[in-house]
């Protein structure tokens, strides 16, 4: 027995030392190179605080808080200008949160002062799920360079990193954008790929919303898009406080277990579009190429009566 003991004991400081080892080698090692690590096919579109706090004073950089303005008036990251989501949607045919128009969308980005060449972070509270509507504007205007904050302005807070009150201005800049309609899907265009093969629909919804036991607010018929898989947005974060992306290459099982490969075509969808955005960011952090959002959602389907749904 007491040489089992101390086998045991042997064990577990050689683990222990290991998970040191391996945490001290991770530490050397640029956010870019870590993120590789993890499994991330395209690891700038996620950018550590350790990184960002080392780039704050690069004039290239644009920082925006996608949080509502009485949360950015508490405190934020020095330098973010505030760019809520109410300034980039818009409701359209009783639709909230959908995309705004063009010329509106880049009416709101040149008065937060992004330029076309601008490194532009995005970060709200923690989970992403407000930074990463505001991604997809971005990644639809076809933007060179933009990324979110692992862990949003929370793990920022819990790092230890400076907090500003002061409200950030930046000088008014004429944002125009490439757009990319082979990014974002249509009503129509769903509905005419709705049996293809190669389409694969995902429902960003919880799995109550997509049965139909729990319709969801304004929905008129429950249930899903006919051959969507589920995938709740949840799902793309660790259960820990504050909630961080997982490790690409548990995303990466997550989905191909799901039927969500990479050599389809992905079309996201949720209620409103919102957080179908969020599984849009994760299927292109893990170099998914071809992936829409459709931005009228299960609300606008679901509101049409010669529509297929599904339970």
């Known amino acids: 027995m007491l040489i089992l003991a101390r086998y045991r004991c042997a064990w577990a400081s050689a683990v222990v030392a290991g998970v040191l080892c ?7 090692k640029s956010w870019g190179e870590q993120a590789t690590a993890q499994g991330y096919a ?10 960002l706090a080392s780039q704050l004073a690069q004039s290239s950089l644009r920082l925006l808080d996608a949080r509502r303005p009485e949360q950015y008036a508490v405190g934020h990251i020095p330098g973010a200008v505030n760019l809520p989501l109410a300034e980039i949607t818009r409701t359209v045919d009783g639709v909230p949160q959908m ?5 509106e969308l880049e009416e709101a980005l040149g008065q937060s002062g992004v330029a076309r060449e601008a490194q532009v972070v ?41 907090i500003s009150r002061e409200v950030s201005r930046s000088e008014a800049t004429r944002y125009r954008g490439e757009p990319r309609p082979d990014r974002v899907a249509t009503r129509a265009w769903v509905l005419v790929h709705l049996q293809d093969p190669s389409v694969v629909l995902v429902d960003a ?13 304004d ?12 995938m709740d947005w949840v799902r ?4 820990a406080e504050p909630r961080q992306f997982k490790a690409g290459v548990e995303l990466a ?41 459709y931005d009228g959602s299960y609300l606008e389907w679901a509101a049409d009566p010669t529509l297929p749904v599904a339970r």
């Not at 919804?205 to 607010?217: D, H, I, L, N, Y």
């Not at 929905?219 to 589920?230: D, E």
């Open 42 to 51: 395209n690891p700038s579109l996620l950018i550590s605080g350790q990184e």
């Open 22 to 28: 391996v945490t001290a080698m991770l530490s050397t």
């Open 122 to 162: 995005i970060y709200d509270e923690f989970g992403g799920i407000q930074a990463a509507r505001l991604f997809w504007a971005f990644h639809y205007l076809g933007h060179p360079s933009v990324s979110m904050l692992n862990g949003g302005f929370a793990l920022w807070q819990r790092e230890g990193r400076p």
């Open 253 to 293: 099982q997550l989905y191909q277990q799901a039927g969500i490969s990479p050599d389809k075509e992905i079309v996201v969808y949720c209620r409103t579009g919102v957080r179908a955005s969020h599984a849009y960011f994760v299927l292109r952090l893990l170099g998914y190429p071809r992936v829409r959002l």
């Open 99 to 103: 995309l705004a128009p063009r010329a």
């Open 219 to 230: 929905i008129k018929r429950p249930g899903h898009l006919p051959g969507a898989a589920n």
């Open 205 to 217: 919804r919880s799995p109550e919303e997509f049965t139909g036991a729990v319709p969801g607010q």
């Open 236 to 239: 793309n974060l660790t259960q």
